[in-house]
């Protein structure tokens, strides 16, 4: 399911891009955010990572 997140992620960033833009972030920042969302993506979906949720207590 965090595939999925981050492909909403992508989507929402490409589509508020101008507003992003405007902030004066530099084009390398946010071509690393969209490497960044597209990778991960690909590596969720292929089995390459995946993410775990550990709860732990005092003993």
């Excluded at 997140?5 to 989507?11: A, C, E, G, I, P």
């Excluded at 390398?28 to 590596?43: K, P, Q």
Aim: contains cysteine.
């Amino acid at each position: 399911h965090y595939a999925t997140t981050l492909n909403h992620w992508k989507n929402n960033f490409l589509n508020n891009y101008e507003k992003i833009n405007k902030l004066g972030f530099p084009e390398t920042d946010i071509r690393r955010f969209l490497y960044y969302f597209s990778y991960c993506e690909g590596a969720f979906l292929s089995g390459v990572i995946d993410d775990y949720q550990i709860s732990l207590r005092k003993i």
